[in-house]
């Protein structure tokens, strides 16, 4: 197992940890769930650079890289919404947008028939990302006034005007707009996908 690999292994190992924490009463838990969500996010950075430079770009890591990502975000989301700060159809847009179409790249490559990731969908990931920090932030403000008893300003206003709501709203649009070009621009390949899944599952017929 070469280093981008065993990163990208250890992104998916953190997660479970970072959600378990983020989960505990204590204020400086949470802390420590930043702080393990932000390690398990740069070792995305690191695994893709390293693959990159060295030559170690594999098969199974290109289907494994994208698969940790989505992982990771999504338990994110869940975590959020569980608490109280995501939208429950936020979630469900985009992680069922971002599973489905993993499924299917995963499926073309396996076919060897790679997709090609546009540019969009590198800063689709990064708003992702992004996005989930400043909600990371803004829990961990709203848990720290809680847990102390003593009002933060400016969690107190972003509250008031449903900042969270507003942001990952915005953020799922975006998302669910970039499956609708990842479609229309790669039908021909998911339409040979769909043909072949047809193929695989229909009923066998003895009709001559």
């Known amino acids: ?28 838990a949470k802390y420590l769930s930043f702080l393990i969500f932000g390690i398990a996010s740069l070792t995305d950075l690191y695994d893709g650079h390293i693959a990159k430079k060295y030559g170690y770009v594999t098969k199974w890591g290109k289907f494994l890289d994208p698969l940790a990502d989505k992982i990771l975000i999504s338990t994110a989301l869940v975590a959020f919404h569980i608490l109280g700060y995501v939208q429950l159809w936020v979630v469900i847009a985009i992680v069922g947008r971002d599973f489905l179409i993993t499924g299917l790249r995963s499926y073309a490559l396996y076919k060897n028939h790679p997709i090609v990731t546009r540019e969009w969908a590198r800063w689709k990931t990064f708003l992702q990302m992004t996005s989930i920090f400043v909600v990371f932030i803004f829990l961990l403000l709203d848990q720290h006034s809680i847990f102390y008893e003593k009002k933060i300003p400016v969690v107190t206003f972003l509250k008031r005007i449903d900042f ?10 975006v998302t669910l707009t970039t499956g ?25 017929s003895d009709v001559e």
Do not use: G, W
Not at 4 to 19: D, E, M, N, Y
């Open 1 to 28: 197992m070469n280093i981008p690999t065993q990163l990208t292994v250890l992104r998916i190992i953190l997660t479970p940890v970072f959600c378990y924490t983020l989960f505990v009463e204590q204020i400086l």
């Open 164 to 173: 969270t709501e507003h942001l990952m709203s915005f953020v799922a649009i």
């Open 180 to 204: 609708v070009m990842y479609f229309i621009e790669n039908r021909d390949q998911l339409k040979h996908i769909l043909t072949s899944f047809y193929k695989l599952f229909a009923p066998y």
